[in-house]
Structures are given as C-alpha cells and as structure tokens.
C-alpha cells in the first residue's frame, strides 16, 4: 500500500469535537490538578485550562467530555534518536566470545551482521514491531536516525528510496509521527573507503544522496539531514550538509563524541580539532537550535561553548549498555543546551527510563543528588522537558510535546492505579513518576486527537 493511500486512510474519518479531562497533568509545561482540554475534529486543541468550563460555557457550545478519571494526563513523548532496526539484536550480545574484548566496536559487529541480513520485508517487520512497542511506552513521534539504504552490497533498489519507504510505512501503519532523519555516510574513517558491510548505508555521492531528500521532501516526509559522524563523512562533506540543511530549512543531526577513539581519530584527521569544533568549522552549528549532537559524552570545555545554543540528545540506557561513558547533563544544561532523549538502540524502550538516568548517572558520579535541578524549574518538570518539548525542538517540530492551544492532541494517560503509582501522594506524583518511575503505567495514547492505544 503506497504512502498517499495509508494518509488517506488514516485522514478519512476525522473524530468529532470532543474534551477531556483527569485528575492531575501537565499543560503547558505546568503539573496541574483537574487540567481541561478541548480538541477539534481535526486533533488539534483548541482550549486548555484547569477545571470544567463555567455551566454557561458548556451550554453555549455542548461536546462530549470524555472524563479520564484519576488519570494522570502528559503530553506525548518524543524520542529523538531511534535506529529501530537494532532492535532485532537486542539481548543477543551479552555473551563474550573468544577473544572477544567486548567493547563498543564487538558490538558494532554484531550489529552489523544484523543489518546485512534485512531486506525490504524484514526492514519493514523489525521497524513496525519497534515503532509499536515506543507507542506503548508512550512515545508519540520519533526521529529514526535512518542509514540502512541500499542493497548489501551498496547497490540501489529500484526505488532509491526502497528502504527509507519501508520505515515512512511502518510509521504510517502504527500511528506513530515521524521526522525522517535520513543518514549521510560515505567511509569507514580517514582515507578507509567503507567496510563491506558499511557499503549499504553509503550513497554513491552526496548527489544522489541530496536527490533523495529532495524526492522525500517535495512528497511531504518531514525529514532531517543527518551527517552520520565525523569519522564517516569528510569535511568537504559536512560543509555542503551544512550550505543544504540551512537552504531547505531542515535540522541536522551527528552522533557527537560518543567513544574517546572517535575523538582521537578526529584529531588525528583535523589538526587536533574535536568532533564538535569540526561541526562548527563545517557551518553546521551556525543555525541556532538547529543541530543536535547525539551522545556529546567526551566533550571539553570548548565543545561546551560550541553546543550552548543547540541540542544534545541523551540516549542514557544505550550508553550504559554499549560503554560509551556518561552524558555530562548539568555542564550541558547550565551553558544553555536543550537536552533530548532517545532509545537509540531500541534494546530498551522508555522514555521514563531514559530521563530518570540523565539525573541518576550524574549523581553517581557526582556523589550528589538533584544535579538537574534549577531553581526556577522543579527537577521532575526540567525530565519531562528532555521528554518531550526539548526532542520536539530537535526534530524542528515545536508544535509537538506540549498539550497546550495549537498544538495537536498527542498524549498520553498514565494509570493512576498502577502498582508502581499506588499510594503515591498527589503532591509527589510527577516526582514518582519521573525520578522513580517506569513507562509501565502509560494506558493510553493519542496521536492527533486518534486514540492509537
Ligand atoms: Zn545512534
């Protein structure tokens, strides 16, 4: 089924104005009690506000309220970095082989046979099953961090856009909103052309890479440029990426600093310059709140300056589980850094998860506790920030991860009645929820006024 007829469908049986109201949420950026919100036919809210409309109010203009109880009522989450294909190892590389050293690179391996073995169909299987189950933990949009384009052996499909098609659809058939961020890669690092089993992720030139885009774009994907890393794309390279992405107004995304290698190699390459210091001479950091730098780990004080204006997505299960270090949140936050949140890897999927272990992994190693916390933002709201309106920003979408009036209605209900939610007082609700909490408890969610789960 092509891409226009899946939108038709989902576009043909628009919901009736209707509202909804709970026992506590967040609007606006604000925990409220009783929080009240209109939503029009086509899903986007209209009204917002605490408590029920004045009796006159309502008779003047009758909807349905749905009443969603003693639910907790959030905006929908943002994951900002998925590659939903690793999901198909997930578990599978937690046993040491002979020799095996079992570091980033061990596990680069084994995700790279996965990738070798997936076609249209398998593509297809593997990221619908992912984009269901971020659904389920809440997750209302994603930026798939895409890099899986062509045939094994680096030839194109019919379509040169075969495998980006297969991820629009599995988006399309769950429900799940998508920013496309359609990966750059052209080397294995300085001087090395690409591994065999990089070869399928490369375009034959930044040409047919652009022409793409562009066929993605003038169809109406919302997509991103995503240079994958410094070691794979060349600085003539991300020079062009850069000169693109601010003429089509799109954002960019790097994995940024995420091994000290990739560090070493950088400088090694680049006259002693980091990986962000050679996004910056590229151009791509000129646009403010225009480039995010996945993972950002080993970063220096200059790298810190670099990145004040821009984005940095944290992928905190990922980096525990592949080594790569921790994020340096509270030197990110104070310089002025919007934080993002991602799954990454997909080996777990929690937004709850992710957002908890930004303040966690400071305080073990910082031997304090509330790193994050600012004092004009409660820590549990700055979390839920990373979670939702902050990806929103770093996918260029920041209409999304907010219930406020003009935004549409993605949300989702957390059950109030959940054994992990039980007996927890009112007041401390959101804090349970985001410094002790899971996405165990999500119930229901809501992707432009269709309840999708
Ligand atoms: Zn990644």
């Known amino acids: 089924m092509s891409l226009e007829t899946t939108k038709q469908r989902q576009l043909a049986a628009p919901a009736a104005a209707r509202a909804f109201t709970a026992a506590h949420g967040v609007l606006d950026g604000a925990w409220v009690d009783a929080p009240y919100l209109e939503v029009d036919a086509a899903g986007t809210i209209v009204r917002a506000q605490t408590g029920l409309p004045s009796a006159p109010d309502r008779d003047r203009a009758p909807i349905p309220v749905h009443d969603l109880g003693r639910a907790v009522l959030l905006p929908g989450l943002i994951n900002a970095h998925s ?63 895409h890099y899986l384009h062509h045939r094994p052996d680096g030839g194109l ?141 080993h970063v220096d004080a200059a790298d810190l300056a ?39 890897s997909n080996a777990i999927i929690d937004l709850f998860q992710e957002a908890r272990l930004l303040e966690m992994n400071e305080r073990l190693r910082s031997g304090r506790r509330l790193c994050l916390s600012a004092a004009e933002r409660p820590l549990s709201l700055t979390l839920l920030d990373a979670a939702t309106v902050a990806g929103a920003s770093a996918l260029g979408r920041a209409d999304l991860g907010k219930l406020a009036v003009g935004a549409p209605f993605d949300a989702i209900t957390l059950d109030r009645d959940h054994p992990t939610l039980a007996d927890v007082a009112s007041e401390h609700l959101l804090d349970a929820i985001m410094l002790a909490g899971s996405a165990a408890p999500v119930d229901r969610v809501y992707v432009a006024g269709h309840r999708r789960r």
């Open 306 to 344: 670099l990145l004040a204006a821009q984005h940095v997505c944290a992928c905190p299960t990922t980096e525990a589980d592949l080594g790569d270090g921790i994020v340096p949140a509270a030197d990110h936050l104070t310089r002025g850094a919007r934080i993002a949140l991602g799954s990454d």
């Open 157 to 297: 499909y019919d379509d040169p856009n075969e495998l980006s098609n297969q991820i629009i659809r599995a988006a399309d058939d769950v429900g799940l909103r998508l920013v496309l961020l359609e990966v750059f890669y052209q080397r294995a690092g300085d001087r090395r052309p690409p591994l065999p089993e990089q070869r399928r992720f490369c375009d034959p030139s930044l040409d047919v890479y652009l022409a793409r885009v562009d066929a993605l774009r003038a169809r109406g994907v919302d997509v991103g440029v995503a240079p994958h890393s410094v070691r794979a794309v060349a600085r003539p390279q991300l020079e062009q990426l850069a000169d693109y992405a601010a003429r089509a107004g799109l954002v960019m995304h790097a994995h940024v600093s995420e091994q000290p290698l990739e560090n070493h190699e950088c400088a090694a390459e680049h006259g002693g310059l980091t990986p962000t210091q050679v996004f910056a001479a590229s151009g791509c950091l000129d646009r403010p709140r225009s480039f995010s730098a996945v993972h950002a780990i």
């Open 83 to 145: 590659h939903a294909f690793q999901r198909s190892i997930r578990g599978a590389t937690h046993r040491a082989a002979a020799g095996d050293p079992s570091t980033f690179w061990s596990w680069r391996q084994a995700m790279y046979s996965a990738a070798q073995r997936l076609g249209p169909d398998g593509l297809y299987a593997v990221t619908r099953a992912c984009f269901s189950e971020m659904l389920r933990a809440g997750i209302t949009c994603v930026g798939e961090f």
